[in-house]
């Protein structure tokens, strides 16, 4: 089982205590409300997770649709839900077929999800990947907003692609699939260094909890890219 893979099947409370640090200036809205209103509007969030997009957009609309392969993450948004004493909609599935009628969402959300297929289908990820988009574009209504969100580095002091093959799919989304790109900070704040530790070495590993400590980082960078496109 892949590390994150093993994380989104048995530690989603400890994931959700990590993200809950995460975006500490609140960009991540900021830049989504830059390319479209979101009041109002059928929203779908797919690979949603423990529920870190309809955590933040659920006060916006009451048409929210969460989707995510794994239920113990589905679980841990269930329980976020209730104490926000929401209301959305959570489903189980998977990306590449979804659960949705077609024209369903006026704005379709993946974040931080569907770049995990580069390294899960490193053989074929463009095959993959382009289903999940295909699927994206059957679900958004005309003039509808696609956003992916995916990582440009935790950790550093610039933004740029963790590895390669997350550059190459970056690319793609941009070349062949005329998506645009804008760059934002979303950096965690924690009460402290090693309380900073504490609550990320689990998913970012050893290497990044040892910077954390030699740079006294009890904000941590981080640094997000936003594709989006008109459908």
Known sequence: MDHFE??????????QRMIAAEDVDGNILAALEAITPLKGKRILDLGSGTGRMP???HTFSDQIIGIDLNL?????????????????H???????????????????????????????FSSDWRVQIGKV???????????????ILETLTTGAEKAAPPNQDLA??????????????????????????????????FFFGTELSQTIRERNWARLPEWTGIWSKIV
């Open 6 to 15: 093993r994380i989104y099947a048995h530690e989603a409370e400890a994931y």
């Open 55 to 57: 955590l933040l957009l």
């Open 72 to 88: 113990p993450m589905l679980r841990e948004q269930q329980r976020q839900r209730a104490r926000l004493n929401g209301s959305w």
């Open 90 to 120: 959570l489903l189980q599935g998977d990306m590449r077929c979804l659960p949705v009628e077609s024209g369903w969402s006026e704005v379709t959300l993946a974040g931080w999800a569907i770049g995990h297929m580069t390294s899960w």
């Open 133 to 147: 988009i295909i699927e994206m574009q059957r679900v958004t209504a005309p003039n509808g907003v696609i956003f």
């Open 168 to 201: 190459d799919y970056y690319a793609w989304l941009e070349n062949q699939h005329d998506f645009s790109r804008s760059t934002i900070q979303t950096d965690y704040l924690f009460e402290s260094v090693e309380d900073a530790v504490q609550h990320t070495e």
